[in-house]
């Protein structure tokens, strides 16, 4: 049916004049109550993320760039590109023994000291949110990555690491393979950018120790595996530079939430789901992360394809940091060359008919764990470390009270730093943690396993293996070496993160 002749006169402010219905003022009007419901609604849906940003303080603590307003709004505004520097400022005003305030993007982070770090690791996890900060740095409200089941985290202690003796021998067959198959050939000096091919090998051998070979050999998989965590972080800074009144509006629309994200959640049920159910059928049993995962969960959590985002959120909180740990690494190996035979001749000591690290035997890589925790001394993975939010106040024992709400962290790239703990902080020195273990008082501070124990990273000790199961059997078959003139580049501070600058490398092939 036609509207037109029935609209009377538009310029009535009655939409109902002589018994007839001014359609296009009434129109107006109920587009305009949408708008405004629309609007409340954004409001009310978005108001809790707002508030977030609020944390509570500790009176008299103090803060980096000054504690009023606008002054912690500048400094958030730094913190972007200078966390490094902020950080450094509050350490050495405190000189590194009192707590101190650095304003951020995801609000006021309270930086502790050392001295707390004991007293602080025995709070109760039903106390503590270990990815509170997890979720506001990737936006969970909007992404929906990284859940906050206990299960990975749990699992990681109760089950894999006891089954590494097992486990470890098929990942390093893994690594042996997928540096063949993910490396070219290199039979000359040939430039290489060693990242994207050091992450799928580095996945794939994850993979070998989280679904057998199946998963493993899966390329899709190890692709959404990859790029999980990229994908996230590109939607979360999308997201971040969205005002917050309209993200509920928006951020469906970002293309890696509308289609990349539930991608990889896609693909991760069609890897894990059909292994899960014929091991049901089956009966057959594995040793493996995805069965550790089925036989640990509990009422809620026991649907298969709970447990196939389960295993993403594993690769997401494992694979990278590998990757990571691993590429400064070798860029380290490249700027000091010399150190490539100290590796290999004390894995050639210890390797067995097979070419694996032997169970047991990891331990006895003095030198390379010295070198391994160094590098990441200089250029750690993040300038904070032991980040969590506290869900109720904590009194500690000399009296201060962390209040809740508060989001915690330890510079751990500024203590590194401190000549108090190291002499001579900015050279790298190899063999430093190699020569410390003869002091009684920080011997068990020297290993590479020990290096993020403050900021209690599960799964540490299967890291610590692969990372060092990879660098040998990758020296093992390359010589490699930065082009000439090329230099190690200095790790950049964005947020939290200590971002490792990409270079391609020289790699030839050895001849054996």
């Known amino acids: 049916?036609?509207?037109?002749?029935?609209?009377?006169?538009?310029?009535?402010?009655?939409?109902?004049?002589?018994?007839?219905?001014?359609?296009?003022?009434?129109?107006?009007?109920?587009?305009?109550i949408s708008f405004i419901l629309v609007v409340v609604s954004l409001i009310w849906a978005s108001w809790p993320a707002a508030l977030s940003k609020s944390k509570p303080m500790v009176p008299g603590v103090y803060v980096v760039g000054g504690s009023n307003k606008n002054e912690m709004k500048a400094t958030a505004k730094r913190f972007r590109n200078e966390s490094k520097t902020l950080i450094r400022e509050g350490y050495n005003h405190t000189k590194g023994h009192e707590p101190f305030y650095v304003p951020s993007n995801l609000g006021p982070r309270l930086i502790?000291?050392?001295?707390?770090?004991?007293?602080?690791?025995?709070?109760?996890?039903?106390?503590?949110?270990?990815v509170g900060t997890v979720h506001e740095v990737f936006e969970f409200d909007y992404t929906g990555v990284v859940h906050r089941s206990r299960t990975v985290p749990n699992t990681l202690i109760s089950h894999l690491t006891p089954n590494l003796p097992k486990i470890m021998p098929e990942v390093q067959d893994e690594l042996k393979v997928a540096i063949h198959e993910e490396f070219p050939p290199c039979d000359d000096w040939?430039?290489?950018?060693?990242?994207?091919?050091?992450?799928?090998?580095?996945?794939?051998?994850?993979?070998?120790?989280?679904?057998?070979?199946?998963?493993a050999h899966d390329p899709e998989w190890v692709t959404?595996?990859?790029?999980?965590?990229?994908?996230?972080?590109?939607?979360?800074?999308k997201i971040k530079s969205i005002p917050w009144l309209v993200r509920r509006l928006v951020a469906p629309w970002i293309s890696e939430i509308r289609k990349d994200?539930?991608?990889?959640?896609?693909?991760?049920?069609?890897?894990?789901?059909?292994?899960?159910?014929?091991?049901?059928?089956?009966?057959?049993?594995?040793?493996?992360?995805?069965?550790?995962?089925?036989?640990?969960?509990?009422d809620g959590e026991r649907e298969n394809s709970f447990i196939s985002h389960l295993l993403l959120m594993?690769?997401?909180?494992?694979?990278?940091?590998?990757?990571?740990?691993?590429?400064?690494?070798?860029?380290?190996?490249?700027?000091?060359?010399?150190?490539?035979?100290?590796?290999?001749?004390?894995?050639?000591?210890?390797v067995d008919k097979d070419g694996n690290i032997p169970v047991g035997e990891f331990n006895k890589m003095v030198k390379t764990d010295s070198i391994m925790k160094e590098s990441q001394r200089i250029s750690p993975i993040t300038v904070l470390t032991f980040e969590r939010i506290f869900t109720e106040?904590?009194?500690?024992?000399?009296?201060?009270?962390?209040?809740?709400?508060?989001?915690?962290?330890?510079?751990?790239?500024?203590?590194?730093?401190?000549?108090?703990?190291?002499?001579?902080?900015?050279?790298?020195?190899?063999?430093?943690?190699?020569?410390?273990?003869?002091?009684?008082?920080r011997a068990n501070k020297t290993q590479f396993v020990s290096a993020h124990a403050q900021s209690m990273s599960f799964g540490r000790q299967f890291m610590d293996q692969e990372c060092k199961a990879f660098l040998v059997k990758l020296l093992t078959n390359y010589d490699l070496k930065f082009k000439d003139g090329q230099k190690r580049q200095p790790n950049v501070p964005f947020n939290n993160q200590y971002v490792l600058q990409r270079v391609p490398i020289?790699?030839?092939?050895?001849?054996l």
């Open 314 to 350: 594993m690769a997401f909180a494992s694979t990278h940091s590998s990757v990571l740990t691993i590429g400064a690494l070798i860029y380290d190996l490249c700027a000091y060359p010399e150190l490539v035979d100290i590796v290999r001749e004390e894995y050639e000591s210890i």
């Open 112 to 130: 502790i000291p050392t001295r707390y770090m004991e007293e602080l690791k025995s709070a109760p996890m039903d106390k503590v949110d270990f």
């Open 190 to 215: 040939t430039e290489v950018e060693i990242m994207p091919c050091m992450s799928r090998v580095i996945t794939r051998a994850t993979s070998r120790m989280a679904g057998g070979k199946a998963l």
């Open 506 to 511: 020289m790699i030839k092939r050895r001849n």
């Open 393 to 441: 106040d904590k009194t500690l024992r000399d009296g201060f009270t962390i209040p809740a709400g508060s989001q915690i962290g330890v510079p751990n790239f500024q203590i590194g730093m401190d000549p108090n703990f190291y002499s001579n902080p900015e050279k790298f020195d190899p063999l430093r943690f190699e020569k410390l273990r003869n002091d009684p008082n």
């Open 224 to 237: 959404a595996a990859i790029s999980y965590a990229l994908t996230a972080f590109n939607a979360s800074q």
């Open 261 to 298: 994200i539930p991608w990889c959640f896609s693909v991760a049920a069609r890897a894990a789901i059909p292994i899960l159910e014929h091991r049901e059928r089956t009966g057959e049993d594995a040793t493996d992360f995805l069965q550790f995962l089925k036989d640990n969960t509990k």
């Open 1 to 32: 049916m036609s509207f037109n002749g029935i609209v009377t006169n538009s310029s009535s402010s009655n939409p109902v004049s002589g018994g007839r219905v001014d359609l296009s003022e009434w129109v107006t009007l109920n587009y305009a």
